[in-house]
């Protein structure tokens, strides 16, 4: 089971930082988002032992993907922030590294950003 949270309104330029709690270990964790009349498109991914990390080129040197392995949670924090960075995202689990929505057995709800110009 997957927790989101930390979306929110911010400005241009700004920064959030999203969480995702999982209630068990996985493989990889993955963010994801969705903006309105838009598919679901990849953002990022971590494998959860480490080593292995891909952003899609749009958020590269912008956002940032980690993980807490104690707190058994993965971070976005996301800086830098543009009107078209405004979706809902949503994390997920799999048991690979992947880029593809349907690589990730394990979904969250969902948290909204928006970004005001």
């Known amino acids: 089971q997957l927790q989101a949270s930390g979306g929110g309104l911010v400005q241009a330029g700004g920064s959030l930082r999203l969480s995702c709690a999982a209630s068990?270990?996985?493989?990889?964790m993955g963010w994801f988002r969705q903006a309105p009349g838009k598919e679901r498109e990849f953002v990022a991914t971590?494998?959860?032992?480490?080593?292995?990390?891909y952003y899609t080129d749009s958020v590269k040197g912008r956002f940032t993907i980690s993980r807490d392995n104690a707190k058994n949670t993965v971070y976005l924090q996301m800086n830098s922030l543009k009107p078209e960075d405004t979706a809902t995202y949503y994390c997920?689990?799999?048991?690979?590294?992947?880029?593809?929505?349907?690589?990730?057995?394990?979904w969250g709800q969902g948290t909204l950003v928006t970004v005001s110009s």
């Open positions: 997920a689990a799999g048991p690979v590294v992947a880029t593809r929505s349907l690589s990730y057995d394990s």
């Open positions: 068990g270990r996985t493989y990889a």
């Open positions: 971590i494998k959860w032992s480490g080593g292995s990390i």
